[in-house]
């Protein structure tokens, strides 16, 4: 199976982007599923059930999420229904959505880390959970790990190593060069990077973010125009075992 996961999506920018470049890179590449990580392609902030739609009909076929999945309410309903959108697995058990897909053949589990970025469940523990809960788990399962410390991270992929196909990291918006397959078979990356304008700061409008450094007033971001990238990590994996064969990242630019 080959799996194509998209780094996080901002505002109308990165959805144009994804319109334009991946029907073509699942036809070229012979794609089987597309995990997309969609938390900030609403305004730049949160998802909404129209702007879901828009990425699903392009041919995403999972949109996971992270800590601005409830940033736009009108989605908090859709959670629980038939759209396939994930929130993070071990937020607490009650508040509404899944934390993964899972049919026969793959699974998909979304995850958010602690350090640096909010007070949740333990992803180590939750995922561990979860993997028990299962008495004949699909053999491919990729995790979206939406966090911000590099060092969790890697502790979450050498801790799955071998019990998950693909560990890949969302957040950060900036692509890491250390795609590769651990020693049991599990397939990571730091970070995805994110499908959004170039002429930013991690997908806003530079002038905003710098306003916010240097003054420290809290002000409005805008998310950035002009060209954009789409950053994604392919994964192929083998089918019966689980265990990723091959990582590879794409970039792509539109003007």
């Known amino acids: 199976m080959l799996i194509l996961a998209l780094g996080d999506i901002i505002g109308r920018p990165g959805r144009q982007a994804v ?5 073509a890179l699942r036809e070229e590449n012979e794609v089987d599923l597309v995990v997309a990580n969609g938390e900030n392609v609403a305004g730049g902030f949160g998802l909404t059930p129209a702007t879901a739609r ?24 859709y959670l629980n229904g038939e759209m396939p959108v994930l929130r993070p697995l071990n937020y607490p058990p009650e508040v509404p ?15 958010i880390g602690r350090t640096f970025i909010g007070e949740f469940d333990c ?24 966090a911000e410390a590099t060092s969790e991270k890697m502790a979450l992929g050498r801790y799955l190593d071998g019990r998950v196909s693909a560990v890949l990291g969302t957040h950060t918006h900036v692509g890491t060069i250390d795609a590769q397959i651990f020693k049991n078979g599990t397939a990571y990356v730091t970070d995805i990077g994110m499908t959004g304008p170039i002429d930013s700061i991690i997908g806003d409008e530079t002038e905003s973010v710098l306003r916010r450094f240097l003054s420290k007033m809290p002000s409005r971001l805008t ?17 019966y075992s689980g265990r990723a064969l091959d990582i590879n990242r794409i970039y792509q630019e539109v003007d």
């Open 19 to 23: 319109q334009q470049l991946l029907p």
């Open 54 to 77: 828009e990425l699903l009909d392009a041919g995403v076929d999972i949109l996971t999420s992270g800590n601005h999945i409830w940033a736009q309410k009108e989605i908090i309903p």
């Open 97 to 111: 959505g899944k934390g993964y897909i899972a049919d026969s053949k793959v699974m998909v589990v979304n995850l």
């Open 123 to 146: 992803p180590f523990r939750a995922m561990d959970t979860l993997l028990a809960s299962f008495e004949n788990r699909p053999p491919i399962i990729i995790v979206d790990f939406h």
């Open 223 to 239: 998310v950035a125009k002009g060209r954009t990238m789409l950053n994604a990590i392919l994964v192929k994996v083998d089918d």
